[in-house]
T-cell receptor
Framework: QQQVKQSPQSLIVQKGGISIINCAYE??????FPWYQQFPGKGPALLIAIRPDVSEKKEGRFTISFNKSAKQFSLHIMDSQPGDSATYFC????????????FGEGTQLTVNP | SQTIHQWPATLVQPVGSPLSLECTVEGTSNPNLYWYRQAAGRGLQLLFYSVGIGQISSEVPQNLSASRPQDRQFILSSKKLLLSDSGFYLCAWSRDTGELFFGEGSRLTVL
């Protein structure tokens, strides 16, 4: 059972554009929603995370938008740069499960110069 | 600061051969430890997690096993590899909740 669905599978954006990646979850008990960034041949690293008590969190060019009623959350990358080219994973977990994250299938982002 | 080491980085093994991937964490005590697998073009699948020495929970029934012989050491093993075991294996650690810290990964090709 896939509990976190991520789209699109791949995304190509021009430099300076906005990249948007969407995720939907099924389990209403999830209360922690991180995004991870993975460069080729490397392990993923935490980019930004949100808890459901807020609808938006911004860190620099990266913003998470969260819609609890729709059970959806998204990552927006403003002013996308070639260095942002990577695979992005959304994830979700219940605080009581520790860090046992359920990951989406990933989005391969390419930012053209 | 905390660091996580994973080895070997790359491994090519014949079908039916054994497997041992090792992971160690430095700079912290009693971490939660995890093994994830990433198939080509796919997401991250949690295979095993451990909250303490000798305590292993399996998320997916499969051809693999895990052990935690020491507080900061996590080992992924198989007695006989299958073609379907090919993938990118990632070890990770965390404190009780929140951020997962991943290692650099081990790429396994089974031929």
């Amino acid at each position: 059972q896939q509990q976190v669905k991520q789209s699109p599978q791949s995304l190509i954006v021009q430099k300076g554009g906005i990249s948007i990646i969407n995720c939907a979850y099924e389990n209403t008990a999830f209360d922690y929603f991180p995004w991870y960034q993975q460069f080729p041949g490397k392990g993923p690293a935490l980019l930004i995370a949100i808890r459901p008590d807020v609808s938006e969190k911004k860190e620099g060019r990266f913003t998470i938008s969260f819609n609890k009623s729709a059970k959806q959350f998204s990552l927006h990358i403003m002013d996308s740069q070639p260095g942002d080219s990577a695979t992005y994973f959304c994830a979700a977990s219940k605080e009581t499960s520790g860090s046992r994250l359920t990951f989406g299938e990933g989005t391969q982002l390419t930012v053209n110069p | 600061s905390q660091t996580i080491h994973q080895w070997p980085a790359t491994l090519v093994q014949p079908v039916g051969s054994p497997l041992s991937l090792e992971c160690t964490v430095e700079g912290t005590s009693n971490p939660n430890l995890y093994w994830y697998r990433q198939a080509a073009g796919r997401g991250l699948q949690l295979l095993f997690y451990s909250v303490g020495i000798g305590q292993i929970s399996s998320e997916v029934p499969q051809n693999l096993s895990a052990s935690r012989p020491q507080d900061r050491q996590f080992i992924l093993s198989s007695k006989k590899l299958l073609l379907s075991d090919s993938g990118f294996y990632l070890c990770a650690w965390s404190r009780d909740t929140g951020e997962l810290f991943f290692g650099e990964g081990s790429r396994l090709t089974v031929l």
